[in-house]
Nanobody, 116 residues
Framework: QVQLVESGGGLVQAGGSLRLSCAAS????????MGWYRQAPGKQRELVAT???????NYADSVKGRFTISRDNSKKTMYLQMNSLKPEDTAIYYC??????????WGQGTQVTVSS
């Protein structure tokens, strides 16, 4: 079984920064893709960024240049550094782990609120 626990969300003013963390526990297969997704009220969940176990990254156009995804495989932890935050970044941010064996695992989410 895999557990994903997000932390680091909160309230921040526009232009500010936050760093999200996702700690994974359980049986984690070495080949996987981890990612951050977000869901704003009344909207569908959308991709924010992904990172492979080899370190290849992918970003949504809306966050390119502002957000940085990273991971520490030895700590089974993934991060999302969010800079220059905008009110439209307000959402619940979810951690995701994809593997061939297990498919998708999700965390419970952490709220990020950006005030204007």
């Amino acid at each position: 079984q895999v557990q994903l626990v997000e932390s680091g969300g909160g309230l921040v003013q526009a232009g500010g920064s936050l760093r999200l963390s996702c700690a994974a526990s359980g049986t984690i297969f070495s080949i996987n893709v981890m990612g951050w997704y977000r869901q704003a009220p009344g909207k569908q969940r959308e991709l924010v960024a992904t990172i492979t176990s080899g370190g290849n990254t992918n970003y949504a156009d809306s966050v390119k240049g502002r957000f940085t995804i990273s991971r520490d495989n030895s700590k089974k932890t993934m991060y999302l550094q969010m800079n220059s935050l905008k009110p439209e970044d307000t959402a619940i941010y979810y951690c995701n782990l994809k593997s061939v064996v297990r498919g998708d695992d999700w965390g419970q989410g952490t709220q990020v609120t950006v005030s204007s």
